[in-house]
């Protein structure tokens, strides 16, 4: 091959690969701002708004996908894989919130990596949930969220594989292990709580009955 056409076929491939990140990067973007705002209308109650924002997750990650369908390294790059996760966790919360079934990664047509570590983040929106039910005083529902986040946990620590394979799940499950180590200790107190309170109030109404 000349040296002339060897230099344009080189150009072609990564103009193609150029054109390809330029789209795709974008729609990933999308889709991880979308997802965040979805998260954010689910522990508002939001629950039509938070279904609008992943739909508009989901098409933006669909179209950045579509866009890198042969370009596997530009798929690979990393930034996808970001905003499946963020898709994943936005599901995932959904679900916890609502006490709905927790969707699959063949559901959300993601990855299993972003997938697992879209799990883990999601742990972080069940403590936040948890705190925001311990503010209304409904410690049970705070129990029953945080046996829901155990459950999820224990899926975690069973994926023992290198971390360049679960891209990073480990350093994400520690995490999600010291944060229900804490919400476990704010549940203890609230409910501690909560039986101080109801004993006083007990006492008061039996001081009033014998006045």
């Keep these: 091959m000349a040296l002339e056409d060897l230099t344009r076929e080189l ?9 390809a990140r330029e789209e795709a990067l974008p729609a990933a973007r999308r889709s991880i701002r979308a997802s ?26 669909a179209s950045g996908l579509a866009a890198v369908t042969e370009q596997p390294d530009v798929r690979f790059a990393g930034y996808l894989q970001d905003a499946q996760k963020e898709y994943a966790e936005a599901n995932v ?5 609502t006490g709905d079934s927790l969707p699959t990664p063949e559901a959300l047509g993601v990855e299993d990596a972003p997938y697992l570590n879209g799990i883990a ?3 972080g929106e069940g403590r936040r949930h948890i705190l925001d039910l311990l503010r209304a005083g ?7 969220m945080l046996d829901a986040l155990e459950d999820l946990y224990g899926v975690l620590v069973t994926m023992d ?3 360049a394979i679960t891209l990073n799940l480990r350093r994400s499950t520690d995490v999600a292990r010291s944060l229900i180590e804490k919400t476990r200790g704010d549940l203890a107190i609230a409910a501690m709580q909560q039986g101080i309170e109801r004993a006083l109030e007990e006492h008061a109404r039996r001081l009033q009955g014998g006045a």
């Design 138 to 144: 409904e410690v049970g529902r705070g129990h029953v």
């Design 11 to 19: 150009h072609s491939r990564f103009d193609a690969k150029v054109a």
């Design 36 to 61: 965040a705002n979805a998260i954010r209308a689910v522990h508002r109650g939001e629950l039509d708004r938070a279904d609008v924002l992943i739909g508009e997750s989901r098409d933006a990650l």
């Design 161 to 163: 594989y290198p971390d």
């Design 93 to 97: 919360t959904r679900a916890l919130v």
């Design 121 to 123: 983040e999601a742990i």
